[in-house]
């Protein structure tokens, strides 16, 4: 299934982009997994509903469900048009108990593990952004340059995919509209900001989204491997600036893969500020606000249980132009690594890629002290927020009244996170380091 879904997509990437742009107008969807017949705008899924290109919905990825029979984990997409979409869920079963665990696209986890007891049922609301490779920027058409392992992904195609997992998955309804007014948050990065496609690996960005409800859309547009300069030189900011509305934020986190460029002019204080420059004015222009992170640190420890600072004088640059330029700036460098020291060295290993190789049935243990699992990234996120509610930035009106503040130098029990694996799993690291 997954094959010939990957041979569709390529196959629409080949057609003219005008076509591109005006195939899939529906935009608002209501869907019943309990009942048996359509009713008043409501359409009942039926086990056999397969996604099909001709129908536009339907259970995906070789899944299906069943609500009298069981409670397996499942995907469902619908083919929406690229923007954000006001989603509406109701989790719950009149026959049996329930704890769904509810994500979006490559796995933006949007609600924790959710319990219903046998009869009872909650209603949540949040906002889901999809997007696709072509973009309008100043009336001239253009199109991302992705890298072929992206073609796979969830998050460029024509579809909004739903993952209902947990250990006893029940949906009845989802309702999905079209929504231009949630304010928008798009994140610049590499691969410690990227939806990561497959466990065990995962990043801030993709969970993120679970502290935010109604009224506001996270658009992650990281990929690992890269650097400020190529994210700008693979069209990607073009494509935020295409989707940007006035008064939206542009969130940017570089520094990793920077720190590795050696061409002529490349480094901390020239090259890289003047790629962040770039970030500014263009945001600025389009009217939207930027706001700077420090990017993530890694998992080095000193002999006296501090963490060494590997990004040189790259966080120091980033605070430079902040300053100069007036940017809201989050220190993520400083914030990882007081939890790193927190936690300890051996146990800091829990908010990373760190797995026996039999875990996940791969050639060798896995010891990843930059790419964080999602836990970690679960912690990250917290620590995002934290730094929003610092600068007081209008994101924070739209948290989820379970919220509670966080301190990066007391951090959470690896076990406070539930997060049952999807099934897809890639054990290669990913680009970067």
């Known amino acids: 299934m997954k094959s010939k879904l990957s041979m569709l997509f390529l196959l629409g990437a080949c057609a003219t982009f005008s076509f591109a742009q005006n195939r899939t107008e529906k935009t608002d969807y209501e869907f019943s997994f309990v009942n048996s017949k359509d009713k008043g705008g409501v359409t009942a899924v039926h086990p056999a509903d397969t996604f099909s290109e001709e129908k536009g919905w339907g259970y995906d990825f070789g899944t299906s469900w069943d609500q009298k029979k069981g409670t397996a984990p499942f995907y469902f997409s619908v083919n929406v048009p690229d923007g954000n979409y006001k989603v509406t869920v109701t989790l719950g079963s009149k026959r049996r108990a329930g704890a769904t665990v509810v994500r979006a696209e490559n796995r933006r986890l949007f609600l924790q593990n959710t319990v219903t007891g046998k009869g009872k049922s909650e209603t949540f609301t949040f906002v889901v952004n999809k997007r696709s490779p072509e973009y309008v920027l100043d009336g001239k058409p253009g199109k991302v340059a992705l890298k072929p392992r992206e073609n796979e992904y969830k998050n460029w195609d024509r579809k909004l995919t739903f993952e ?8 009845q309804s989802l309702k999905i509209e079209r929504d231009t007014t949630a304010l928008t948050v798009f994140l610049c990065g590499n691969s410690t900001v990227v939806d990561q496609a497959s466990d065990p690996y995962a990043s801030w960005g993709q969970l993120v989204t679970c502290w935010l409800g109604d009224g506001i859309a996270i658009s992650n547009h990281g990929e690992s491997g890269l650097t400020a300069r190529t994210f700008i030189g693979g069209h990607r900011l073009d494509k935020v600036l295409s989707m940007l ?6 969130v940017c986190e570089f520094g990793h893969n920077d720190e590795k460029e050696h061409r002529p002019g490349d480094g901390a204080w020239y090259h890289y500020t003047y790629q962040l420059k770039i970030f500014v004015d263009m945001v600025r222009k389009a009217g939207g606000n930027i706001i700077f992170c420090t990017p993530t640190a890694r998992r080095n420890f000193e002999d006296n249980g501090k963490i060494r600072n590997t990004h040189g004088e790259f966080p ?9 330029e007036n940017v809201p700036l989050i220190d993520l460098t400083a914030e990882v690594t007081k939890m790193y020291e927190a936690f300890g060295e051996e146990n800091s290993k829990k908010t990373l890629v760190h797995y026996p190789k039999a875990m996940f049935n791969s050639e060798k243990d896995l010891a990843d002290n930059t790419h964080f699992n999602p836990f970690g990234a679960w912690e990250i996120s917290k620590m995002m927020v934290m730094g929003w509610k610092n600068l007081g930035l209008p994101m924070v009106q739209y948290l989820r009244p379970g919220w509670t503040d966080f301190d990066a130098a007391a951090p959470d029990a690896p076990e406070a996170l539930v997060w049952p694996w999807s099934g897809d799993v890639n054990t290669t690291k990913p680009d970067g380091n």
Request: glycine letters at 8%; a neutral charge.
């Open 316 to 324: 120091a640059a980033m605070k430079a132009v902040a300053e100069r």
């Open 164 to 171: 209902f997992n947990g250990e006893a998955p029940c949906v």
């Open 245 to 250: 509305k006035p008064g939206d934020y542009v």
